[in-house]
């Protein structure tokens, strides 16, 4: 059972234009949400983090909005920047201790110069 | 502090042997965790320790597998008798408690073949 699903496995964006990634999780018992970007040969950066108890959420160019009773949440990245490339992938920490992150597939970003 | 630390980037051995990775998480970070990644998937949970301590491990991480910290500082993950279904990228990260706020850390990883 995939509880963090990102549907689209690609997202090609004019660099300067705004880039949206989608993630929809099932489990409403998360309490909060993590955005990372992932380069090849690289482990996963932490981008950003949401509560369960806002609806958005703010860092520079990016920003995460979480709609609860759609049990989804997406990450804005404006302006988009051909270094923004990159695979960014949702997580939700799962378990008492919440020592377990839920990943989904991820969305490869290309930002077009 | 140069971040989360894995050994070796890249490992290949015949299916059979054992290997052992190691991972240095940030020195005053009090969790970390084992994670494992195959193509196009994003990575699965393995294990997670807080200070010395195992606190929860992954229907993922069989018999086979085994992970250590000792004295809360660095880990190991062992691999015995390795399958070719063990190929993928080994990742381990740490966090100062749960990680809401700055996320964990994640090291390099360590991609493991098996022939």
């Known amino acids: 059972d995939q509880q963090v699903k990102q549907n689209s496995p690609s997202l090609s964006v004019q660099e300067g234009r705004i880039s949206i990634l989608n993630c929809d999780y099932t489990?409403?018992?998360?309490?909060?949400f993590l955005w990372y970007k992932k380069y090849p040969a690289e482990g996963p950066t932490f981008l950003i983090s949401?509560?369960?108890?806002?609806d958005k959420n703010e860092d520079g160019r990016f920003t995460v909005f979480l709609n609860k009773s759609a049990k989804h949440l997406s990450l804005h990245i404006v302006p988009s920047q051909p270094g923004d490339s990159a695979v960014y992938f949702c997580a939700a920490p799962y378990g008492g201790s919440q020592g377990n992150l839920i990943f989904g597939k991820g969305t490869k970003l290309s930002v077009k110069p | 502090d140069t971040g989360v630390s894995q050994d070796p980037r890249h490992k290949i051995t015949k299916r059979g042997q054992n290997v052992t990775f190691r991972c240095d998480p940030i020195s005053e970070h009090n969790r970390l965790y084992w994670y494992r990644q195959t193509l196009g998937q994003g990575p699965e949970f393995l294990t997670y320790f807080q200070n010395e301590a195992q606190l929860e491990k992954s229907r993922l991480l069989s018999d086979r597998f085994s992970a250590e910290r000792p004295k809360g500082s660095f880990s190991t993950l062992e691999i015995q008798r390795t399958e070719q279904g063990d190929s993928a990228m080994y990742l381990c990260a740490s966090s100062q408690g749960a990680g809401k706020v700055d996320g964990y850390t994640f090291g390099s990883g360590t991609r493991l073949t098996v022939v």
């Open positions: 949401i509560s369960s108890i806002k």
């Open positions: 489990n409403s018992m998360f309490d909060y």
